[in-house]
């Protein structure tokens, strides 16, 4: 039934029982046997858990309810994504440019409140809206008394209303039926719970004002970067535990049907939580030093999830076996340590080796290498300590001892040796069912060619969609990329933010602009100096955008003077469509000037001095132009807007150094910070993985002794990948599930496949397909050692595992299928991905390819290790009277 079982007369099992009863074992004498000493040492663990079981139960339940406090904690303090520009890239070099000059700038949020008329009406700025407005205002002053330096600016309607101001009130959408209140705040990471509490009272205000207003008045609404990012954290956090509970009782039905026990049943779901907790606490500590993300606890979830169900299962089924076979309980946990427990360390190294990829990309993505192994790492730890020890104490919640079975005639030719029908005996379970028949076919000559080659003709669709998407002269994935993506398609936030685009001027209604700073210090030149407080820096200024406006006319996103916001221009000139230039003299009249302070242009002046101590930097050494472009700030056309927009800048640098020289031009924006993310790890993504995979089946070749089984592994792991993405593709770029009308299977935009789910899923299906094969081949390798032949052992080790493969392959399935029912379209997709992968690895790959592929030329299977010569062959090509002839060696040691 489970991987990791081996005969108790040949092999580990004659093993345990001498020990138990203080004889010596018995031993096989065929050379190149790699497992003898590692069966020693781990029967001797297996003895020192016994012996410790209540210290271990024990250990264990204390140990969670210590730290269920800190995995609380680290809930409240996990983070979105965070986007930190890689190194030696242009953003990080322009980053600490701009750090230098503007100290608080990449920490500066704008969040707004837009107050609609439900019906048309001549004007949103109502006396109804000036009071709620001076409600929510009050709430956000509030905060400012509470947490001073937080709250940088506060502007509404009502503040450009009725005051001396040259030019229109850009609070006010176009159409009269929306006007805007708006706040500008410092939220360092230390300071987010802060922020994310007054979003949530601004939001309770909000829902009693549009409680309280009628049909016909107005509809109160919130967005923005605190408001977006706290949205999908409530999101995850709601929807995530409401669809694992909708759709739980799926898995848990297929592992008490596995189980066959009611009782091994809540042995299986007991380990859960105790691993959730443990892991998660021990992860509050990792917190405390560095930013642990959502993203990361939701990885950490569903890796315990199928972690614990898969191992579980495959340690309580072997356990039934033995018990099964008439073994008493001490003995038969001794196996499961020894032997299941064994092939789940080696599971959770490859695992582990798998995630470590992950410490080869940019922040955020090395962290989840820590949050992943340090889940993979408590779940094996459990259930090689904690499930066998709570067994041993409470021995009622396992299966119940049978008698040993007698004789029966079965398939295949039985030596005369007690010995080797001991062998025979506990093979014939697995000698029935679709498996063993599956496994007779596909590892027969011309079968175990002809199917391999149809399937992969199959596929191949899938693994050239995939390709299109590969750059394999550069080495790349082509990855996609919106801020749509990552937003819950039932957020109010993103549907508000989407209006306010629409509807308000740009400067108001873009959340994340991009900042261009004039500096005299930058790559090209990090000493000069230069003074932005006259004319010429003025003209430079002016010119510099003028460049960008030409640079982008006649594409989709052009742009003119009304996407700029700047002190050194204003509207645009009528005859040329460029910036209209101000005069330096004129500017500082304006802020300076007494009569325009408090006489005329009052407003004017203090907003244009407002401006002027954002833009200008306290030295006055620089000087920041902000760019609005009416997009999404994440999408494939914005980020080639950042390129055209830098090339335009280091163009139009060469150019003024002519008059000014040590000028520079820089720019800045969290999506020009994405998009050289993204650069970087789709280049480091491919080298990870194949450095990876080059481990893990270095490790696989030494733990087996086998130098070849690498090279047939190679084709059911690394071609599988491809038809997962080539799916995924077809799904979510191509559109082919569209017409279902589920959003959760459709496109989002042209975005394509977000680019954080092949992160986030590609380690995690080379482990799992790898640890799946683990599971076959090492039973497939113990049936070998028992004198079976060749494909007779692939057979066996197919039946033997093929039930509960499927299960656990099934249970995982099931579990990520969650993913699929959620709001938020990244989730989606690796929810899409994950389901996808485990699906074909578990029916198509472990059941058929594998087999199928070990059965061509079998003897490479092992090489250089020696099998001993079969004694038990029925799919063989030999004639049977050779085969009852043969005579084994250890006929005579067997009985000693």
Same mark, same amino acid.
């Given at each position: 039934?489970?991987?990791?079982?081996?005969?108790?007369?040949?092999?580990?099992?004659?093993?345990?029982?001498?020990?138990?009863?203080?004889?010596?074992?018995?031993?096989?004498?065929?050379?190149? =046997?790699?497992?003898?000493?590692?069966?020693?040492?781990?029967?001797?663990?297996?003895?020192?858990?016994?012996?410790?079981?209540?210290?271990?139960?024990?250990?264990?339940?204390?140990?969670?309810?210590?730290?269920?406090?800190?995995?609380?904690?680290?809930?409240?303090?996990?983070?979105?994504?965070?986007? +930190?520009?890689?190194?030696?890239?242009?953003?990080?070099?322009?980053?600490?440019?701009?750090?230098?000059?503007?100290?608080?700038?990449?920490?500066?949020?704008?969040?707004?409140?837009?107050?609609?008329?439900?019906? &048309?009406?001549?004007?949103?700025?109502?006396?109804?809206?000036?009071?709620?407005?001076?409600?929510?205002?009050?709430?956000?002053?509030?905060?400012?008394?509470?947490?001073?330096?937080?709250?940088?600016?506060?502007?509404?309607?009502?503040?450009?209303?009725? &005051?001396?101001?040259?030019?229109?009130?850009?609070?006010?959408?176009?159409?009269?039926?929306?006007?805007?209140?708006?706040?500008i705040w410092r939220v360092p990471p230390a300071s987010k719970a802060k922020a994310e509490a007054l979003c949530d009272e601004i939001k309770a205000e909000i829902s009693f004002m549009n409680d309280y207003e009628s049909a016909d008045g107005l509809?109160?609404?919130?967005?923005?970067?605190?408001?977006?990012?706290?949205?999908?954290?409530?999101?995850?956090?709601?929807?995530?535990?409401?669809?694992?509970?909708?759709?739980?009782?799926?898995?848990?039905?297929?592992?008490?049907?596995?189980?066959?026990?009611?009782?091994?049943?809540?042995?299986?779901?007991?380990?859960?939580?105790?691993?959730? =907790?443990?892991?998660?606490?021990?992860?509050?500590?990792?917190?405390?030093?560095?930013?642990?993300? =959502?993203?990361?606890?939701?990885?950490?979830?569903?890796?315990?999830?199928?972690?614990?169900?898969?191992?579980?299962?495959?340690?309580?089924?072997?356990?039934?076996?033995?018990?099964?076979?008439?073994?008493?309980?001490?003995?038969?946990?001794?196996?499961?340590?020894?032997?299941?427990?064994?092939?789940?360390?080696?599971?959770?190294?490859?695992?582990?080796?798998?995630?470590?990829?992950?410490?080869?990309?940019?922040?955020?993505?090395?962290?989840?290498?820590?949050?992943?192994?340090?889940?993979?790492?408590?779940?094996?730890?459990?259930q090689l300590t904690f499930v066998p020890s709570l067994l041993a104490i409470l021995p009622f919640l396992g299966s119940p001892r049978a008698e040993r079975g007698h004789d029966e005639e079965g398939v295949g030719i039985k030596p005369k040796s007690?010995?080797?029908?001991?062998?025979?005996?506990?093979?014939?379970?697995?000698?029935?069912?679709?498996?063993?028949?599956?496994?007779?076919?596909?590892?027969?000559?011309?079968?175990?060619?002809?199917?391999?080659?149809?399937?992969?003709?199959?596929?191949?669709?899938?693994?050239?969609?995939?390709?299109?998407?590969?750059?394999?002269?550069?080495?790349?994935?082509?990855?996609? &990329?919106?801020?749509?993506?990552?937003?819950?398609?039932?957020?109010?936030?993103? +549907?508000?933010?989407?209006?306010?685009?629409?509807?308000?001027?740009?400067?108001?209604?873009?959340?994340?602009?991009?900042?261009?700073?004039?500096?005299?210090?930058?790559?090209?030149?990090?000493?000069?100096?230069?003074?932005?407080?006259?004319?010429?820096?003025?003209?430079a200024n002016c010119q510099m955008a003028d460049a960008l406006i030409r640079a982008t006319r006649g594409r989709p996103y052009a742009l003119d003077a009304d996407h700029f916001v700047s002190a050194t221009f204003h509207g645009e000139q009528e005859?040329?469509?460029?910036?209209?230039?101000?005069?330096?003299?004129?500017?500082?009249?304006?802020?300076?000037?007494?009569?325009?302070?408090?006489?005329?242009?009052?407003?004017?002046?203090?907003?244009?001095?407002?401006?002027?101590?954002?833009?200008?930097?306290? &030295?006055?050494?620089?000087?920041?132009?902000?760019?609005?472009?009416?997009?999404?700030?994440?999408?494939?056309?914005?980020?080639?807007?950042?390129?055209?927009?830098?090339?335009?800048?280091?163009?139009?640098?060469?150019?003024?150094?002519?008059?000014?020289?040590?000028?520079?031009?820089?720019?800045?924006?969290?999506?020009?910070?994405?998009?050289?993310?993204?650069?970087?790890?789709?280049?480091?993504?491919?080298?990870?993985?194949?450095?990876?995979?080059?481990?893990?089946?270095?490790?696989?070749?030494?733990?087996?002794?086998?130098?070849?089984?690498?090279?047939?592994?190679?084709?059911?792991?690394?071609? %599988?990948?491809?038809?997962?993405?080539?799916?995924?593709?077809?799904?979510?770029?191509?559109?082919?599930?569209?017409?279902?009308?589920? %959003?959760?299977?459709?496109?989002?935009?042209?975005?394509?496949?977000?680019?954080?789910? %092949?992160?986030?899923?590609?380690?995690?299906?080379?482990?799992?397909?790898?640890?799946?094969?683990?599971?076959?081949?090492?039973?497939?390798?113990?049936?070998?050692?028992?004198?079976?032949?060749?494909?007779?052992?692939?057979?066996?080790?197919?039946?033997?595992?093929?039930?509960?493969?499927?299960?656990?392959?099934?249970?995982?399935?099931?579990?990520?299928?969650?993913?699929?029912?959620?709001?938020?379209?990244?989730?989606?997709?690796?929810?899409?991905?994950?389901?996808?992968?485990?699906?074909?690895?578990?029916?198509?790959?472990?059941?058929?390819?594998?087999?199928?592929?070990?059965?061509?030329? %079998?003897?490479?299977?092992?090489?250089?290790?020696?099998?001993?010569?079969? +004694?038990?062959?029925?799919?063989?090509?030999?004639?049977?009277?050779?085969?009852?002839?043969?005579?084994?060696?250890?006929?005579?040691?067997?009985?000693?």
């Amino acid at each position: 039934m489970d991987a990791g079982k081996s005969s108790r007369e040949f092999g580990v099992g004659a093993f345990s029982k001498a020990n138990l009863l203080g004889k010596k074992p018995l031993k096989k004498h065929h050379e190149g =046997l790699a497992h003898d000493k590692t069966e020693d040492s781990c029967f001797s663990v297996a003895r020192a858990i016994f012996g410790l079981r209540y210290v271990f139960v024990i250990g264990w339940l204390a140990l969670a309810v210590f730290l269920a406090p800190f995995a609380y904690q680290l809930v409240l303090r996990a983070a979105p994504m965070t986007k +930190k520009p890689p190194s030696n890239t242009a953003s990080s070099a322009a980053m600490e440019v701009f750090e230098a000059h503007y100290q608080h700038l990449a920490i500066l949020r704008r969040e707004m409140v837009v107050l609609r008329c439900k019906q &048309h009406c001549p004007t949103a700025g109502t006396v109804m809206a000036k009071g709620f407005v001076q409600q929510l205002t009050d709430i956000v002053k509030r905060f400012e008394t509470e947490n001073p330096g937080m709250i940088v600016q506060i502007h509404s309607y009502f503040e450009f209303a009725g &005051h001396h101001q040259l030019g229109e009130n850009p609070m006010i959408s176009r159409d009269q039926q929306a006007i805007l209140l708006q706040w500008i705040w410092r939220v360092p990471p230390a300071s987010k719970a802060k922020a994310e509490a007054l979003c949530d009272e601004i939001k309770a205000e909000i829902s009693f004002m549009n409680d309280y207003e009628s049909a016909d008045g107005l509809e109160v609404s919130a967005t923005g970067l605190v408001f977006l990012d706290h949205a999908m954290k409530e999101t995850i956090i709601e929807e995530i535990p409401v669809h694992e509970i909708s759709t739980i009782w799926l898995p848990f039905l297929i592992l008490a049907v596995a189980l066959r026990s009611g009782r091994m049943l809540l042995l299986a779901l007991l380990p859960m939580p105790i691993e959730i =907790l443990v892991a998660f606490g021990l992860m509050y500590f990792v917190s405390l030093q560095t930013t642990v993300v =959502l993203f990361a606890l939701m990885m950490m979830l569903m890796l315990c999830t199928s972690l614990s169900f898969d191992y579980s299962l495959f340690t309580l089924t072997r356990y039934a076996e033995e018990r099964a076979a008439g073994e008493e309980v001490e003995p038969a946990i001794l196996t499961v340590i020894s032997q299941s427990g064994r092939v789940v360390v080696v599971s959770g190294c490859v695992l582990m080796i798998a995630w470590a990829a992950m410490l080869g990309l940019p922040s955020p993505f090395n962290g989840f290498c820590v949050a992943a192994c340090s889940m993979i790492l408590t779940c094996v730890l459990v259930q090689l300590t904690f499930v066998p020890s709570l067994l041993a104490i409470l021995p009622f919640l396992g299966s119940p001892r049978a008698e040993r079975g007698h004789d029966e005639e079965g398939v295949g030719i039985k030596p005369k040796s007690t010995f080797h029908d001991d062998a025979y005996e506990k093979a014939k379970p697995h000698m029935q069912g679709p498996y063993f028949t599956l496994g007779g076919v596909i590892t027969r000559s011309p079968w175990n060619v002809i199917v391999p080659l149809a399937i992969y003709l199959v596929m191949a669709p899938l693994t050239n969609r995939m390709s299109r998407n590969f750059d394999l002269a550069m080495f790349k994935f082509k990855m996609g &990329h919106s801020f749509e993506l990552t937003v819950p398609r039932s957020a109010t936030e993103w +549907k508000t933010l989407l209006a306010i685009q629409r509807d308000f001027p740009s400067s108001v209604g873009i959340l994340m602009p991009m900042m261009i700073m004039m500096t005299g210090a930058g790559p090209l030149n990090a000493s000069a100096v230069i003074d932005v407080s006259n004319q010429d820096a003025f003209d430079a200024n002016c010119q510099m955008a003028d460049a960008l406006i030409r640079a982008t006319r006649g594409r989709p996103y052009a742009l003119d003077a009304d996407h700029f916001v700047s002190a050194t221009f204003h509207g645009e000139q009528e005859d040329t469509k460029l910036v209209d230039c101000n005069k330096y003299w004129e500017i500082n009249m304006v802020r300076t000037n007494y009569l325009s302070q408090h006489l005329f242009l009052t407003h004017t002046s203090a907003h244009l001095q407002e401006l002027w101590s954002q833009l200008v930097s306290e &030295h006055k050494h620089a000087m920041l132009t902000f760019l609005f472009p009416t997009m999404d700030p994440f999408s494939p056309q914005a980020f080639e807007l950042f390129q055209t927009v830098r090339e335009a800048l280091e163009e139009e640098t060469i150019t003024l150094r002519q008059r000014h020289p040590g000028i520079s031009f820089l720019t800045f924006s969290p999506g020009s910070v994405l998009m050289d993310l993204i650069d970087v790890t789709s280049g480091q993504l491919p080298l990870c993985f194949v450095c990876c995979a080059m481990v893990c089946l270095t490790l696989i070749a030494f733990w087996f002794g086998s130098a070849l089984i690498p090279f047939k592994l190679l084709l059911t792991v690394i071609v %599988p990948i491809t038809w997962t993405y080539g799916a995924g593709l077809f799904v979510y770029e191509d559109g082919w599930l569209n017409f279902l009308g589920y %959003p959760g299977l459709g496109t989002t935009g042209d975005a394509g496949i977000d680019w954080t789910v %092949p992160m986030f899923t590609l380690t995690f299906m080379m482990g799992l397909a790898l640890d799946y094969e683990i599971f076959l081949f090492e039973r497939v390798r113990e049936f070998r050692e028992e004198g079976f032949g060749d494909r007779e052992s692939i057979q066996l080790g197919l039946a033997a595992t093929g039930g509960t493969i499927s299960s656990a392959g099934l249970i995982m399935a099931l579990t990520f299928v969650a993913q699929l029912l959620g709001s938020i379209p990244v989730t989606n997709q690796m929810g899409f991905i994950l389901v996808f992968s485990i699906v074909v690895d578990t029916f198509v790959v472990r059941s058929i390819l594998v087999p199928a592929m070990l059965s061509i030329l %079998p003897c490479t299977n092992y090489w250089p290790s020696k099998m001993p010569e079969p +004694k038990y062959e029925w799919l063989s090509l030999r004639p049977r009277g050779d085969i009852e002839g043969d005579e084994d060696d250890d006929d005579d040691d067997a009985t000693e």
